[in-house]
């Protein structure tokens, strides 16, 4: 008889066993834990397609306050009109969340992915819906609002179904000699509702982002989205309420506001909101932080960045200025987290200006939400047309202190009459000028040239910033790029790589000064969106905690002083004799 023994496996056929194991495994534990999704069904909105009789495009109406007027940044035309929460109104829509948060904070984690794997479910198969609404709401092109809108927010809903559950377990924690009779933990306590403020850059993803997380651990959620990206709002929200009713729980746990600051200061104020949840511009998050100090409630500040892109000498152009490319321009530069700064190494810095202006050149920009014609559009249009004047007077300002415009620097007026900015490169960029200091937030590539290859020269002009959200080093050296990025001072860091941070919701998501405080997503995030008690019980029924007679009222202080002294001896004297002698000082006492 003859025995075939079959060959090793090859590595990629391993690690493919290993990703086909691995995914038949969370199949069957997401079969087990969670209840059948369902299946809703929402009508996405219908962009009206005429202008009213304004040259302006005002989304306020003079004549009608009580709405907001929406237009598309990519085509200027009249999407339709939304209705306004006036900051009156504000803290009965909170009351309404809470009072149903009361139940939704009872239902368990299963019924929770319930809801959750049916938003997956219409998301997934309402891909193409969802990107033509961003398209039409923010004018960012179908391929951005597939990666940055759907994409994160399926990944998110992912990981909150598959580890979310584990992240808000209750938490052992050790105790110490003295308290061995005892067992300590930390429970993760829903904190009731909380307050979003939401920016307009991914009118889809910031919307849902912190339902998500704040449904999933229990609360309430009331989010208050940009006026500048209200018209899509009205849909989300209906995706979300009729997820929840489909699967038998009360829509009011979620609300949401549509309006200007004074609605967004009332919701910091609003006594029924327990947390507040701020994205936007830091002299904003500082309005937001004054309006919640004189209620003591805590916020979360996600403020932006300045993102440097390090390249360093041993790189190999062709592979990383596809990185650069994506890092600047993608969603038109507008990203908390989008690279601002580019620093090249002097030994690669003209070869990579050459590769990267030719590629910029050819980038075609234009209106998005065009039909078939969008599909040939790599850079779209810039959400609101006064960013348009931040860019050039920052543009403005680096070219009178020496900077180089390359290609671009203009408002592009080829695209129609949408809000649209030239993608720009510019050269011979230095920390005094306003746009290394500065939130673009727009397609503009500033690139550093790093003199004699310095990796410390390198790190000083990066850290030469007042943001530190992200930042990514590429080198041929793989220490090398840690060991620069480990020097950098900001909430986040990839080596190789760029933006996967946000991809791994298991990651914390957040950074330092100007780029705020505190964070969102990962185990972090989750628990930061609940109430972190400290609980201690009795390890064993009737054992319990006395207190001892030198410590009980009236006191003997002599005896007492002595009785303590003895016992810390007993616990952290060093030495064995000090212990023995704390023994008999506690008998003396006791």
Known sequence: MTVTVPPPLTILQYIATLWVGYFVMTFLVRLVSTLPSKTISVSPPVPLGTTPPTKSNNIRNEKNKSVVECYSP?????????????????????????????????????????????????????????????????????????????????EKISTLCERGEVWLEKEKRPVNMMMLHKTAYVEYVPLGVLGVIAPWNYPFCNFMNHILSGLFSGNGVVVKVSEHTSWSSEYFVDIVKKALVVCGHDPEVVQLLVGFGDSGAALVA????????????PNVGRLVMGGAAPHLKPVVLELGGKDPMIFCDDVTLSSVVPWAMRGVFQNCGQNCCGVERVFVYESIHDEFVATIVKAVKDLRQGATCNGEESNDIDCGAMVMKEQLNIIQDLVDDAVSKGAVIEVGGKPNTNCGPGNFYQPTVLTNVTGNMRISQEEVFGPVMCVVKVLNNDD????????DCPFGLGASCYSGDQRRAEKIGSKIRSGM???????????IQSLPFGGVNESGFD?????????????????????????????????????????????GDGLINLFYNETLWGKVMAVFKIIKNA
């Open 74 to 154: 990519s085509t200027g035309s009249y999407l339709g009109a939304v209705n306004l929460t006036a900051p009156k109104d504000v803290d009965a829509l909170c009351l309404l969340a809470k009072n149903s948060q009361k139940a939704w904070s009872k239902t368990t984690f299963r019924q929770r992915r319930q809801v959750l794997m049916t938003l997956q479910k219409y998301i997934t198969s309402h891909t193409a819906e969802i990107c033509e609404v961003c398209c039409h709401d923010s004018g960012k092109t179908m391929l951005d609002a597939l990666m940055g809108e759907v994409l994160t927010t399926a």
């Open 270 to 281: 609003s006594p029924n909101v327990d947390k507040i949840i701020f994205t936007g511009s």
């Open 456 to 463: 410390d020269l390198c790190i000083e002009m990066v850290n």
């Open 493 to 503: 860091f990839t080596a190789n790589d760029f933006g996967v941070n946000y991809l």
């Open 519 to 563: 964070r969102f997503a990962g185990p972090e995030g989750l628990r930061g969106c609940c109430l972190q008690r400290s609980v201690v019980v009795d390890r064993i029924p009737g054992v319990r905690t006395s207190i001892p007679p030198p410590f009980s009222y009236p006191i003997d202080g002599r005896r007492a002083m002595g009785f």
